[in-house]
């Protein structure tokens, strides 16, 4: 039995240069723009069975602007980044750069406070894991591109350094194919997303 996870990357909510970390942000206008733009190509994901999204303000209104009417899911929330949420990477790093580097170099740092890189990945890996598996069963859910990042380092089982090489674009898809376990990173054209 093997179930299909699509994460979709959730809308902007501010310039990518000014990415915050656990940013709580609305969509602005270049985010409603851009689902309107991509929804041609991400609506057809509404016909699965199961659609999730993170907590966030975007993640929500990027789902729901698709049709996807998903149930939020706590396990699918941002890392917790302690004393730092709401900064940028570089105001962290004004203020703290020997706990940014040693965040940045440890993946079970938490100099902030908060979760740390690994605590974060296998958070979601777990929610990943406990999906219900239904042999052809297919699952969309709309977050955080860090939470698309994380799924991706524990589907691979790739060790959790490779987290900082992964750019994912917002409403940018990835999809995961298998069980828990045993997951496979399966990338798609425009053609053949449903």
Same mark, same amino acid.
């Given at each position: 039995?093997?179930?299909?996870?699509t994460f979709?990357?959730a809308a902007?909510?501010a310039s990518?240069?000014?990415e915050?970390?656990?940013?709580d942000?609305?969509?602005d206008q270049a985010?409603?723009?851009?689902v309107? *733009?991509?929804?041609h190509e991400?609506? !057809?994901l509404?016909?699965?069975?199961l659609r %999730?999204?993170? =907590?966030? !303000?975007?993640?929500?209104?990027t789902?729901?602007?698709?049709g %996807?009417a998903?149930?939020?899911?706590?396990?699918l *929330?941002d890392?917790?980044?302690?004393?730092?949420r709401g900064?940028?990477?570089?105001?962290?790093?004004?203020?703290?750069?020997?706990?940014v580097?040693?965040?940045l170099a440890?993946p079970?740092?938490?100099?902030h406070?908060?979760?740390?890189?690994h605590?974060?990945i296998t958070?979601?890996?777990?929610?990943?894991?406990? *999906?219900?598996v239904d042999?052809?069963g *297919? #699952?969309?859910a #709309?977050a955080?591109?860090s939470v698309?990042?994380?799924a /991706?380092? %524990?589907?691979?089982?790739?060790? =959790?350094?490779? %987290?900082?090489? /992964?750019?994912?674009?917002?409403?940018?898809?990835a999809t995961?194919?298998g069980?828990?376990?045993?997951?496979?990173?399966?990338?798609?054209g425009t053609e053949g997303?449903?």
């Amino acid at each position: 039995m093997h179930l299909r996870v699509t994460f979709v990357a959730a809308a902007r909510s501010a310039s990518l240069l000014a990415e915050r970390f656990e940013d709580d942000r609305p969509l602005d206008q270049a985010g409603w723009d851009e689902v309107q *733009r991509a929804a041609h190509e991400l609506v !057809p994901l509404a016909a699965a069975e199961l659609r %999730y999204c993170s =907590p966030t !303000p975007r993640s929500r209104a990027t789902g729901d602007a698709l049709g %996807y009417a998903p149930l939020v899911q706590l396990a699918l *929330r941002d890392c917790d980044m302690g004393r730092w949420r709401g900064f940028t990477l570089g105001e962290a790093m004004a203020r703290e750069p020997e706990a940014v580097d040693a965040w940045l170099a440890d993946p079970r740092a938490t100099p902030h406070g908060g979760e740390s890189l690994h605590a974060f990945i296998t958070r979601v890996g777990g929610w990943l894991d406990t *999906r219900p598996v239904d042999d052809g069963g *297919r #699952v969309v859910a #709309v977050a955080e591109p860090s939470v698309v990042r994380a799924a /991706i380092v %524990y589907a691979l089982k790739a060790p =959790p350094a490779t %987290y900082w090489n /992964i750019d994912v674009r917002p409403l940018s898809t990835a999809t995961l194919t298998g069980r828990s376990g045993r997951w496979n990173l399966r990338l798609d054209g425009t053609e053949g997303r449903a």
